[in-house]
């Protein structure tokens, strides 16, 4: 048995060995080389100088990095709570074996293949005030057109709604897929106790789909924090950076200032950010599962 252990274990890395390869070339590695070029004053012609942690220090007391930092995460409180809770109901609602559930799974996921830059036109259709939907609406109610894009105080709520409207169908599918693998016998069991639609909903299907929630939360999450193009092309960050996020901030410096040292640093930066949210998130549900 001892012999045949050694060959096995050959076999099984030749198995991964291709895997573990493109993964460290196309992950790995680019890690790495960003985290060396973080601590150098480097530009996009290749020219470097090390200045050790001088890109983390400017990056704390940049104004403009906080801001970012700050629309970054309230983007993500005002879309993923929200989108979670959307995406679960709608889930619920088309469970079910029907023709009519089957193409409202079609529409609802429909706008989920859509590019970036088609969802940012149709929303741009919607919330111009001088010409968009929302704008001819008000005209008839003789109200005055709000400022969505334009206005500080609307700006990342129209962002979330957009991504919202843009990001459900995905969600929706994988919710579906979780609530397919609740064996129907369980719910005749609770039919017969007489249990009702909360009762089932809190004591059958949400503990047998945390997992597909826990999925669902971390994966857009980590959509979410990376942020760009909506942002980018619905308002270029404004009115006054108060649509900016970080992606969008690391585009700005290495593209625009090409300051490629001080826009790695910003990355490295926000995947501390994504790895904290996303471990603390697991460790919460599972904290949780330990303590049931």
Do not use: C
């Amino acid at each position: 048995m001892k012999s045949g252990g050694a060959p096995r274990r050959l076999e099984g890395l030749a198995f991964v060995a291709p895997f573990l390869l493109l993964y460290g070339v196309v992950l790995i590695w680019p890690l790495l080389m960003g985290i060396g070029i973080s601590f150098h004053r480097a530009d996009l012609f290749g020219a470097r100088e090390w200045i050790g942690l001088g890109n983390y220090a400017t990056a704390l007391a940049d104004p403009v990095v906080h801001q970012a930092i700050g629309n970054t995460l309230l983007l993500a409180l005002l879309i993923v709570p929200p989108l979670t809770a959307l995406a679960l109901l709608l889930a619920l609602a088309l469970n079910r074996a029907t023709r009519g559930a089957a193409v409202f799974r079609g529409i609802f996921f429909s706008s989920s293949v859509l590019s970036v830059t088609i969802v940012t036109l149709i929303w741009r259709f919607i919330l111009t005030p001088d010409a968009g939907l929302l704008a001819v609406a008000a005209d008839a109610l003789g109200r005055e057109p709000l400022p969505f894009l334009s206005d500080q105080a609307l700006v990342i709520p129209a962002i979330a709604i957009t991504t919202i409207w843009w990001s459900l169908g995905f969600p929706i599918m994988l919710f579906l897929a979780g609530l397919q693998q609740v064996p129907a016998d369980v719910y005749e069991a609770a039919a017969l106790d007489r249990a009702g639609r909360w009762t089932t909903f809190r004591h059958i299907t949400l503990p047998a789909i945390r997992r597909t929630l826990l999925l669902v939360v971390m994966l857009q999450t980590v959509g979410q924090l990376q942020l760009f193009g909506q942002a980018q092309l619905l308002t270029g960050g404004g009115p006054g950076g108060g649509s900016r996020t970080i992606v969008l901030a690391i585009f700005e410096v290495a593209f625009g200032r090409w300051e490629l040292g001080y826009a790695t640093a910003l990355a490295e930066i926000l995947f501390a950010m994504i790895l904290v949210v996303t471990l603390l998130q697991y460790w919460l549900v599972t904290r949780r599962e330990d303590a049931g």
